[in-house]
């Protein structure tokens, strides 16, 4: 078991090392590790396969293909947005490059 989990990881480390040499394949790793981390930290509150979002301490939690489709959204807005979030939302801890995965993984969510 704990063998298949390094060789997963491995999997990933080198899956994002040759990203960074072909940008088509890098966007959509980098998304992939957005929605994976999206699951983990985020997924609690935020629907992340739904259409609508839900309520939480009487308060909407869009989904994030609502807060994707918002007019002019931008993935740095989507940054900011996450960074400084309001209130019940807590400061997620993200280095920035989790920061910049989970952005581009909203942002993947927008409609063309
Ligand atoms: C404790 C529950 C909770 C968790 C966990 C959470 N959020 Fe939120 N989030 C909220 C709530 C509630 C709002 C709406 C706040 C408001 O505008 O009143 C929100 C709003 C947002 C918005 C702004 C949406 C808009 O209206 O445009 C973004 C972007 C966002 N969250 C991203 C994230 C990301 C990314 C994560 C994971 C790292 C995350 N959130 C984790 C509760 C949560």
């Known amino acids: 078991m ?6 997963g990881l491995a999997g990933i480390t080198l899956l994002a090392a040759c990203a960074a040499h072909v940008p088509a394949l890098a966007d959509n790793a980098q998304r992939a590790l957005g929605e994976e981390l999206a699951a983990r930290q985020c997924a609690g509150c935020h629907g992340i396969h739904t259409a609508k979002g839900v309520t939480f301490q009487g308060v909407y939690v869009p989904s994030f293909s609502e807060v994707a489709n918002r007019p002019n959204q931008t993935p740095e807005r989507l940054q900011a947005l996450i ?3 309001a209130h019940p939302m807590t400061t997620p801890a993200l280095g920035d490059r989790e920061l910049r995965q989970l952005a581009e993984y ?3 969510l927008r409609a063309p």
Do not use: D, L, Y
């Open 106 to 108: 909203i942002f993947s």
């Open 83 to 85: 960074t400084m979030p």
């Open 2 to 7: 704990k063998r298949h989990v390094k060789a």
